[in-house]
């Protein structure tokens, strides 16, 4: 069972558009939502993150938006660059102590200058 | 601060044969996953441990897979009788364990392993 689910599974864009990311889970229990990005080569990285407590979390051009009661979140990228081309992924975990992290499958961005 | 070192980077072993893998965690971090990424199914969580102690190993494939955790600097991953589906990058991650969500995954590049 998924519990983390990712859209569109490809995304391409031109320089400068805003990119959307989606992202649903299941489990309501889940309170921490990190969005990691991956190049080629490389192991992922954690980009930006936010706690259910809130519905909005900005660093630069990377926005989360979150709706609770509809259990989705989405990440936006503004103003797209071509380093931004990557494979994002979001993530979910549980204030229960276990500490396990649930990913989504991933979303390729490519950013064509 | 060196982060997660996985070796080896790549490795291509015969069908049937046994692959071993190596992950060193940031010092200081007391948790340790390990992750199977592939086109296909994406990042599969296989076993977490935490102050070396096993804590979920659901993600393991039960007969040819194991994982152990020797002492608080490095993990390994061991596939026996490797097969061409065992075909995947394999990542190590490390975080500091505070008991609560928030934590951050810190990766390794992962380790290659091409069954042929």
């Known amino acids: 069972q998924q519990q983390v689910r990712q859209s569109p599974q490809s995304l391409t864009v031109w320089e400068g558009e805003t990119a959307i990311l989606n992202c649903s889970y299941e489990n309501s229990a889940f309170d921490y939502f990190p969005w990691y990005q991956q190049f080629p080569g490389e192991g992922p990285a954690l980009l930006i993150a936010i706690r259910s407590v809130s519905d909005k979390k900005e660093d630069g051009r990377f926005t989360i938006f979150f709706n609770k009661r509809e259990k989705k979140l989405s990440l936006h990228i503004t103003d797209s660059q071509p380093g931004d081309s990557a494979t994002y992924f979001c993530a979910a975990s549980a204030n229960t102590g276990y500490q396990n992290f649930y990913f989504g499958k991933g979303t390729s961005l490519t950013v064509i200058p | 601060n060196a982060g997660v070192i996985q070796t080896p980077r790549h490795k291509v072993t015969g069908k049937g044969q046994e692959a071993t893998l190596w992950c060193e965690p940031i010092?200081?971090?007391?948790?340790v996953f390990w992750y199977r990424q592939t086109i296909v199914q994406g990042l599969e969580f296989l076993t977490y441990f935490r102050n070396q102690a096993p804590i979920d190993d659901s993600g393991m494939p039960k007969e040819r897979f194991s994982a152990q955790m020797p002492n608080q600097s490095h993990s390994t991953l061991k596939i026996q009788s490797t097969q061409p589906q065992d075909s995947a990058v394999y990542l190590c991650a490390s975080s500091l364990y505070r008991g609560s969500s928030g934590n951050t995954l810190y990766f390794g590049e992962g380790s290659r392993l091409i069954v042929v």
């Open positions: 010092s200081g971090h007391s948790a």
